[in-house]
């Protein structure tokens, strides 16, 4: 599976971007697609992600109400819509996909497939 994550780039504090996360190789059936960011200086967060099997989807709370996860099986691709951007939102966005499931411990996304990021910076 490859993944190719776009959609960053530079926005006023407030304003709003999506992200796309696009497989090929394979489809997204399996599991979960989850967003992660990585802020300089910072650890890798987990931000949100769709479990296959039904579409349930789960944020971590400093996005949630503001962030939207949405998939289109035609496409093959996962959707971030991002909503009342905060300069603290700013970081690399990346995506991944894996066979385990939605969960935010490293036991589910270590044999994931990652995408390369896409830098959202987001100015006061």
């Known amino acids: 599976v490859q993944l190719q994550a776009s959609g960053g780039g530079l926005v006023r504090a407030g304003g709003s971007l999506r992200l796309s996360c696009a497989a090929s190789?394979?489809?997204?059936?399996?599991?979960?697609i989850g967003w992660f960011r990585q802020a300089p200086g910072k650890e890798r967060e987990g931000v949100s992600c769709i479990r296959s099997s039904d579409g349930s989807t789960y944020y971590v709370r400093s996005v949630k109400g503001r962030f939207t996860l949405s998939r289109d099986n035609a496409k093959n691709t996962v959707y971030l819509q991002m909503n009342s951007l905060k300069p603290e939102d700013t970081a690399v966005y990346y995506c991944?996909?894996?066979?385990?499931?939605?969960?935010?411990?490293?036991?589910?996304?270590?044999?994931?497939?990652w995408g390369q990021g896409t830098l959202v910076t987001v100015s006061s």
């Open positions: 991944a996909t894996n066979n385990k499931g939605c969960g935010y411990s490293d036991w589910y996304w270590i044999d994931a497939y």
């Open positions: 190789g394979s489809t997204l059936d399996y599991g979960a």
